[in-house]
């Protein structure tokens, strides 16, 4: 089964020039607007998606955002550029995300609740512990999109949705039907494309922080609340944020904000 996942990523075209220049801009010490601005606006879909997400429930801003540069000094520069980099990872991966009872906009969505988690928790807990995981908490399930291509083609689609819609935890019907889990597969596409290795290393063990080493455990952890308090298929439920809260607990993770993000995030849910 690795082969198979491994081939279907080996098989992925390169990165776009565009993501390429953004992720060289992202690693400049000094960091100019209007450089950003020049970059995103190459490319017509980033700029669509990037105002969509800034002017959606999760956000809640009064007044519509209607330009790039205005979701910069609104939202900064870093969510600007997670954003851009998700949306074209999602146009390459362009994968049905069927038997994950999902589909792509239900991805984007719990994408952008994911920044806005790591945000509301971290950003008054620890400001550098946020930083160094914003990235791969809004990118750390893309591997969706090559594990659904493969249930698909082993005709596993009516069974793993089924055990989705019966509410299975989705990493353990990853483990059941295909032996990798999205965190694994999301890994094995970042060290494809020539992510650094501190990205691949905080999401390669998400689903087993036991084994994580001692320098990405804690941020391996956090990765693991988020993905489960925004699943995609029960977006700040109930049911997800309770066991989201109840692994911060077992992990020694800080609760009180945490728990104050997720009823933030809920309220502009049920807002709109």
Request: net charge negative; glycine share 4%; aromatic share 8%.
């Amino acid at each position: 089964m690795l082969e198979n996942i491994l081939e279907k990523i080996e098989s992925l075209p390169p990165l776009p020039q565009t993501i390429e220049e953004i992720e060289n801009f992202r690693k400049k010490k000094d960091k100019e607007i209007d450089e950003l601005v020049k970059i995103i606006e190459k490319d017509a879909l980033v700029i669509t998606t990037l105002l969509k997400i800034s002017n959606s429930a999760l956000f809640g801003f009064r007044s519509k955002v209607e330009t790039v540069g205005r979701v910069i000094s609104l939202l900064g520069i870093n969510f600007t550029i997670y954003v851009a980099i998700s949306e074209t990872f999602n146009n390459i991966l362009t994968t049905d995300l069927s038997p994950y009872c999902i589909n792509t906009e239900d991805f984007t969505k719990a994408s952008s609740a994911s920044y806005n988690l790591v945000n509301l928790w971290l950003g008054d807990v620890d400001n550098n512990l946020k930083e160094e995981i914003l990235l791969a908490s809004i990118l750390q399930e893309i591997g969706k999109f090559i594990l659904s291509e493969l249930i698909v083609s082993r005709g596993l689609s009516e069974q793993f949705s089924k055990k989705i819609e019966e509410g299975i935890d989705t990493v353990d019907v990853e483990k059941e039907l295909i032996g990798f889990t999205t965190s694994q597969v999301t890994a094995e596409i970042f060290k494809y494309w020539g992510f650094d290795d501190k990205l691949v290393n905080m999401i390669q063990f998400v689903d087993n922080t036991n084994i994580c080493s001692a320098e990405y455990k804690q941020r391996a952890q956090v990765l693991d609340v988020i993905k489960t308090a925004c699943n995609p298929y029960s977006l700040l439920s109930d049911s997800s944020t309770k066991k989201a809260l109840k692994k911060a607990i077992s992990y020694n993770l800080e609760t009180d904000f945490l728990n104050k993000a997720i009823e933030t995030l809920q309220n502009r849910l049920l807002e709109h």
